[in-house]
């Protein structure tokens, strides 16, 4: 079965340094992959998404992802943090032949002034 | 206003109380989940619904029971709640049956099982 794997489930940055998720799914075709943030106290919403037209995803916020078939990764960056991306965020692959979402543990990101 | 509305917000109960969470869309979507969350496990769905007549169980329906009774609401409930039911409720809507459709959250709702 599909499924994601999140490293780090805390992830601490200085404001304007890079931020790094990782996202590695398991997959023996490569999947429908997402990326959600949750802010605090509120629901989740669409940060980007993997639809295979291009292998670099740029989503809100300046967050990107990158597509790697031969590493089954898809990454989460962002050159520069600011406090506002303080979130938690969660990886997550559509199964194959099913028709929900499988999410990834999450990652709380925080970002030290 | 939100286009997907949970109700309540925050729910305290004791062990074995009936409970129902409710959730209701505007957005005109087909499709409505209900998923759990729970530190370090991140979202499992409980039950989907692809349209009034489509109910399905997801990865943790034991315990729960669901009702569609219209497109646009979704409930969720908890026959004789326990402790281990203690977690943040989401209810999720999405519009196609494409395998990259968004799914559109609500604000979620707290519940404590006593």
């Known amino acids: 079965a599909q499924s994601v794997t999140q490293l780090g489930s805390h992830v601490s940055v200085s404001e304007g340094a890079l931020v790094l998720l990782r996202c590695n799914y398991s997959s023996s075709v490569p999947p429908y992959l997402f990326w959600y943030v949750q802010y605090p106290n509120q629901g989740l919403q669409l940060l980007l998404k993997?639809?295979?037209?291009?292998?670099l995803v740029k989503g809100i916020n300046g967050f990107e992802a990158e597509f790697k078939k031969s590493e089954t990764s898809f990454h989460l960056t962002k050159p520069s943090a600011h406090m506002s991306d303080a979130a938690e965020y969660f990886c997550a692959v559509r199964r194959t032949g099913a028709n929900n979402l499988f999410f990834g543990t999450g990652t709380r990101l925080t970002v030290i002034p | 206003d939100a286009d997907v509305t949970q109700t309540p917000r925050n729910r305290i109960t004791k062990t074995g109380k009936r409970i129902m969470l409710e959730c209701s869309q505007t957005k005109g979507h087909d499709r409505m989940y209900w998923y759990r969350q729970d530190p370090g496990l991140g979202l499992r769905l409980i039950y989907y619904s692809f349209d009034v007549k489509d109910i399905n169980k997801g990865e943790i329906s034991d315990g729960y029971s669901v009702s569609r009774q219209a497109q646009a609401k979704f409930s969720l409930s908890l026959e004789s709640a326990i402790p281990n039911q203690t977690a943040l409720y989401f209810c999720?809507?999405?519009?196609?049956?494409?395998?990259?459709?968004?799914?559109?959250f609500g604000p979620g709702t707290r519940l404590l099982v006593l």
């Open positions: 993997y639809t295979s037209a291009a292998t």
């Open positions: 999720a809507t999405s519009d196609t049956g494409f395998k990259q459709e968004t799914q559109y």
